[in-house]
């Protein structure tokens, strides 16, 4: 099983931060890859179990599921159903956390999946660098940062 874990610091409250990725429709609102986004069946974003269905700007598709919401914990979990990538058994989790000094956020993004051995490099920069980080580099132009 492959791991691929990110983290970043963001200069704006947890809270704020948490409003914009909780909804589990909002990608194409602050994650540069995604173009558009639906959920299907009408259900609400925030209902565990709900699936979102997203294009990416290159085209492809992709279908998650939300395993877990945590207003609480600033904390969600889902897993990927269908995609283009070539991975299987896909869990990320994506986790912030308030940091004190400064009113900033602690972001954590991590994934385990299964894939073709030779691809496992590839995936894990493009899952960690260009998703990932991608995000929390949006995230911090969106609060202002760098």
């Not at 602050?30 to 290159?58: A, K, Q």
């Amino acid at each position: 099983m492959i791991r691929v874990y990110t983290s970043s610091v963001i200069d704006a409250a947890a809270e704020a931060v948490w409003q914009v990725v909780r909804d589990f429709n909002a990608l194409p609102r602050w994650l540069p890859l995604v173009v558009d986004s639906r959920i299907e069946n009408g259900v609400p974003s925030d209902r565990i179990g709900c699936v979102r269905n997203f294009r990416l700007r290159d085209g492809g598709t992709i279908r998650e599921q939300l395993l877990t919401l945590s207003d609480y914990d600033y904390e969600c979990t889902y897993a990927i159903l269908e995609s283009p990538m070539g991975v299987s058994n896909y869990v990320a989790t994506l986790k912030l956390t308030p940091v004190t000094d400064g009113n900033r956020t602690f972001a954590e993004w991590s994934a385990e999946f299964d894939c073709d051995p030779a691809r496992a490099r590839e995936l894990t920069q493009a899952i960690g660098q260009g998703v990932f980080q991608g995000g929390f580099d949006a995230l911090k132009r969106r609060f202002g940062g760098r």
